[in-house]
């Protein structure tokens, strides 16, 4: 997780900037989705969104070792805003899927 953000502009100026970068280094996304549900007039709007879960912004990339997820979240206990970069192996997905089939 990277800091809490108090506005959009600085939300969106984060996300900007590290899916630029992991496009420079990784190629574009694989899947991108950059919406808000219902009408966000400014960017106090935007942020009322997110924290009403409906505004969705999450860039993924595939990787040659699994994906990497970049995303704009708000937690739902103090409406912290912020970027979440996740990354996920294959190997260790693989491997946790397997254990769960054999618990199934």
Do not use: H
Not at 56 to 75: A, H, K, M, P, Q
Not at 92 to 104: E, G, I, K, P, R
Request: glycine share 4%.
């Amino acid at each position: 997780f990277f800091p809490k953000q108090k506005d959009w502009v600085g939300l969106y100026g984060d996300y900007s900037r590290l899916k630029s970068l992991l496009s420079q280094k990784y190629g574009e996304p694989a899947k991108v989705e950059e919406v808000f549900l219902k009408y966000a007039r400014d960017d106090t709007g935007k942020i009322l969104r997110l924290r009403s879960n409906d505004c969705r912004y999450c860039s993924t990339f595939s990787v040659d070792n699994g994906e990497i997820l970049l995303s704009i979240i708000c937690d739902n206990e103090d409406y912290a805003c912020k970027i979440k970069l996740v990354y996920t192996d294959k190997i260790n997905s693989t491997s946790f899927d397997n254990a769960a089939m054999n618990d199934l």
